[in-house]
Nanobody, 125 residues
Framework: EVQLVESGGGSVQTGGSLRLSCSAS????????IGWFRQAPGKEREGVSC????????YIADSVKGRFTISSDNAKNTVYLQMNSLQPEDTAVYYC??????????????????WGQGTQVTVSS
């Protein structure tokens, strides 16, 4: 059974930090671009970050560059999103996703193979 299980969301004040985790199972972790989308109420879904072991690349959206870092622990089939200096505009549901076509397709968002259930991140001012 394919699963992407997110954890680590929560509520913080402006300037705080959170680390999201996405644990993957049921598919070949190394063959997929895995990363994070977020969606805030009334806003379009936004690709935040992804990492591809096969392509040896990472992507961070300009809106979070310098504050968010993506990493992976391949032995644990887990991807992490370290979020620092959080701002109220980072408030959203964060979804982990995987795309077998790679990071470019991941960011387009039309070929995603698997999704997690989402985890809420709330940043208060």
């Amino acid at each position: 059974e394919v699963q992407l299980v997110e954890s680590g969301g929560g509520s913080v004040q402006t300037g705080g930090s959170l680390r999201l985790s996405c644990s993957a199972s049921g598919f070949s972790f190394d063959d997929y671009a895995i990363g994070w989308f977020r969606q805030a109420p009334g806003k379009e879904r936004e690709g935040v970050s992804c990492i591809s072991r096969r392509e040896d690349n990472t992507y961070i959206a300009d809106s979070v560059k310098g504050r968010f870092t993506i990493s992976s622990d391949n032995a644990k089939n887990t991807v992490y999103l370290q979020m620092n200096s959080l701002q109220p505009e980072d408030t959203a549901v964060y979804y982990c996703a995987a795309d077998k076509y790679g990071s470019s397709w991941f960011l387009i968002g039309s070929t995603l193979d698997y999704w997690g259930q989402g985890t809420q991140v709330t940043v208060s001012s």
